[in-house]
């Protein structure tokens, strides 16, 4: 009898062995499913306008935007990602026109330019992975305008008497800085696919919520961008 309860201790003590070892290779298996940092680059085209144009093909700018990124998991499903971008934005058909009535003359000038403006963004994405290999992100984006040009035509008409010239010229001009608000911020939605470990593409709406332009204060003009690339992890 002793034998027999001998017999059942050390089976029973190799069982409670065997599952100790089986929920500690799970657990280990488990946190192992944490990805590492990583850090990457990323690239790709803008297609940009302003707020106060209507939905158009014609009023897209296409610029480019560039640079590096991190990837910090914050568990198997969710993870930060902050950015570092050189982001062309502005627009295109952006339409202006005056008119000066002096004496018997009235001179009309109209501008269509394509304006184009450059920012270093910092966007801070938090990522959500429903499935392998997809997610879908939102986050803030802060913004630093560097520079801009404006690039179209000018078209005045001069009118005396009822009879009309009408002068077309080209023209390129720098955009004075001190126009343009330093510092713009916007909200990013979008989402991505990882083909690879490394490899993936990205699509990103952006629109901004702080006001380009701060020397005319009743216009309410914002930057609003469609972003599509490629990311590449190290």
């Known amino acids: 009898m002793n034998k027999l309860f001998l017999g059942l201790a050390i089976v029973a003590g190799s069982l409670v062995f065997a599952q100790e070892t089986q929920t500690t290779a799970t657990i280990t298996t488990v946190n192992k499913e944490k990805e ?7 690239g790709g085209a803008n297609s940009a306008q302003f707020s106060q144009q209507q939905l158009s093909a014609n009023n897209q700018k296409i610029g480019f935007n ?3 990124f991190v990837n910090i998991p914050l568990s198997k499903q969710f993870s930060i990602q902050p950015e570092a971008l050189y ?15 002096t004496g018997a003359t009235t001179v009309k000038t109209q501008r ?5 403006l450059n ?21 803030p984006e802060f913004s630093y305008f560097i520079d801009g040009k404006n690039k179209g035509e000018n078209t005045v008409t001069s009118t005396t008497n009822g009879i009309a010239t009408t002068q077309k010229n080209s023209v390129s001009e720098t955009i004075n800085k001190d126009d343009i608000n330093k510092f713009n911020f916007g909200l990013g939605l979008g989402l991505g696919y990882y083909f690879t ?13 702080t006001k380009i332009d701060k ?20």
């Open 215 to 234: 020397s005319r204060p009743a216009a309410e003009n914002n930057n609003r961008v469609f972003q599509l690339g490629l990311n590449y992890k190290f």
């Open 197 to 209: 470990r490394n490899l993936g593409i990205n699509a990103r709406y952006v629109n901004s919520l």
């Open 119 to 139: 920012y270093v963004s910092v966007p801070v994405m938090v990522q959500f992975k429903p499935a392998e290999n997809f997610y879908v992100e939102a986050g």
């Open 36 to 42: 590492p940092i990583r850090f990457g680059i990323k």
């Open 66 to 68: 560039a640079g590096v």
């Open 112 to 116: 269509d330019y394509k304006t184009t």
């Open 87 to 101: 982001n062309q934005l502005g627009a295109r058909s952006v339409l202006s026109s005056t008119e000066v009535t």
